[in-house]
T-cell receptor, first 113, second 113 residues
Framework: TQLLEQSPQFLSIQEGENLTVYCNSS?????LQWYRQEPGEGPVLLVT?????EVKKLKRLTFQFGDARKDSSLHITAAQPGDTGLYLC?????????????FGPGTSLSVIP | DAGVIQSPRHEVTEMGQEVTLRCKPI?????LFWYRQTMMRGLELLIY????????DSGMPEDRFSAKMPNASFSTLKIQPSEPRDSAVYFC???????????FGSGTRLTVV
């Protein structure tokens, strides 16, 4: 059974601070996605990384895919209250056309003004 | 495109009643997924369709749950009879590929009393 673990489970920080959340697995993934879910809404795709070692930036968010494609991190610089939400990572294996994405349990981030 | 559209947004029903949740995926997306989200269990995949055909329903908790996709633009998830433990937020998502970039709807918050 594939499992994606995320840490920390909960994070509460002050506006302006930096933070990093992690997504780890013992399995190799062909792609790794990050979603953000705001209260009362569905998850929204932030980024997809597919190459080991790949780094992508989205404004103040930096995403990295591990060299072995088993882990990923999301770093937020100068967090703002609008960054508050549940951050989910999701891995895809694509060994067959039926290999669906596996979601992690999420990191709940609260940015205090 | 208006995105994935789910209805209703909120549903409160009495135990034993039938509940039907509806979803309109993004036009052109070949995959449709039904998820359930709770605090305890996170995001769980219930069933997914490829080109309107159910592929994997191993996440459907019991025979009380059924899902259909009569055409490419509509799917339903039915619970009959409903029980209090079915209370959760149910999401529909669609995608072009099985392991890539899901677009979620805003969800249906179901409360069974």
């Amino acid at each position: 059974t594939q499992l994606l673990e995320q840490s920390p489970q909960f994070l509460s920080i002050q506006e302006g601070e930096n933070l990093t959340v992690y997504c780890n697995s013992s399995s190799v993934f062909s792609s790794l996605q990050w979603y953000r879910q705001e209260p009362g809404e569905g998850p929204v795709l932030l980024v997809t990384v597919v190459t080991g070692g790949e780094v992508k930036k989205l404004k103040r968010l930096t995403f990295q895919f591990g060299d072995a494609r088993k882990d990923s991190s999301l770093h937020i610089t100068a967090a703002q209250p609008g960054d508050t939400g549940l951050y989910l990572c999701a891995g895809g294996r694509a060994k067959t056309s039926y290999d669906k994405v596996i979601f992690g349990p999420g990191t709940s981030l609260s940015v205090i003004p | 495109d208006a995105g994935v559209i789910q209805s209703p947004r909120h549903e409160v029903t009495e135990m034993g009643q039938e509940v039907t949740l509806r979803c309109k995926p993004i036009s052109g997306h070949d995959y449709l997924f039904w998820y359930r989200q709770t605090m305890m269990r996170g995001l769980e995949l219930l069933i997914y369709f490829n080109n309107n055909v159910p592929i994997d329903d191993s996440g459907m908790p019991e025979d009380r749950f059924s899902a259909k996709m009569p055409n490419a633009s509509f799917s339903t998830l039915k619970i009959q009879p409903s029980e209090p433990r079915d209370s959760a937020v149910y999401f529909c998502a669609s995608s072009l590929w099985i392991n890539y970039g899901y677009t979620f709807g805003s969800g249906t918050r179901l409360t069974v009393v």
